[in-house]
Antibody
Framework: QLQLQESGPGLVKPSETLSLTCTVS??????????WGWIRQPPGKGLEWIGS???????WYTPSLKSRVTLSVDMSNNQFSLNLKSVTAADTAVYYC??????????????WGQGTMVTVSS | QSVLTQPPSVSAAPGQKVTISCSGS????????VSWYQQFPGTAPKLLIY???QRPPGIPDRFSGSKSGTSGTLGITGLQTGDEADYYC????????????FGGGTKLTVL
């Protein structure tokens, strides 16, 4: 079945750029018009949606992060990626990639990666 | 401060029923579907309910969802100790392209 796996550095210095990749296995990222999403969860806190990207590269971002976030998709490698620039300690969180349960929609995520912890610290 | 409001915690005894509320506004719950997630410590959230009241395959019918106006509700019957987890509601918010919004989460304790 379809699986998602996040990868990237677990430690990022303040003011630098956080870069994560989500690899899709067990199926093609271009199969269906899904909007692939990123969600994060600071330690001990709730879920925060970061944004979504379609296989055609259209993006949607949460307003509070829009100025710092860039999502991209690489269909040849069955991956999509997150770049978050100018990070601070407030960006320390577990980052999840996820797929919604239906095409076109952005919510109701039924497939999640295991999550990757990213710490922002010097 | 989450866009959707959930009680921080609820508790009930094994075998009992519990409900978790999720309050929003006309721009989010009032105009869109509600989803519910279950999350155990150290693991990714799991979709329990989507489109207000639909269960994905494999989710027991002990879990139910409903929506009325600008609020959604998750119900769990026949509580088990294994249901002890954090529960989150989520939906799309039409306001100023806010996107997907979540509640702050509710910790369920099965006494």
């Amino acid at each position: 079945q379809l699986q998602l796996q996040e990868s990237g550095p677990g430690l990022v210095k303040p003011s630098e750029t956080l870069s994560l990749t989500c690899t899709v296995s067990g199926g093609s990222i271009s199969s269906g018009a899904y909007n692939w999403g990123w969600i994060r969860q600071p330690p001990g806190k709730g879920l925060e949606w970061i944004g979504s990207i379609s296989v055609h590269g259209r993006t949607w971002y949460t307003p509070s992060l829009k100025s710092r976030v860039t999502l991209s998709v690489d269909m040849s490698n069955n991956q999509f990626s997150l770049n978050l620039k100018s990070v601070t300690a407030a960006d320390t969180a577990v980052y999840y990639c996820a797929r919604p349960s239906g095409v076109i929609r952005h919510d109701a995520f039924d497939i999640w990666g295991q999550g990757t912890m990213v710490t922002v610290s010097s | 401060q989450s866009v959707l409001t959930q009680p921080p915690s609820v508790s009930a005894a094994p075998g009992q029923k519990v409900t978790i509320s999720c309050s929003g506004s006309s721009s989010n719950i009032g105009n869109n579907y509600v989803s519910w997630y279950q999350q155990f410590p150290g693991t990714a959230p799991k979709l329990l309910i989507y489109d207000n009241d639909q269960r994905p395959p494999g989710i027991p019918d002990r879990f139910s969802g409903s929506k009325s106006g600008t609020s959604g509700t998750l119900g769990i019957t026949g509580l088990q100790t294994g249901d002890e987890a954090d529960y989150y509601c989520g939906t799309w918010d039409d306001n100023l392209s806010a996107g997907v919004v979540f509640g702050g989460g509710t910790k369920l304790t099965v006494l």
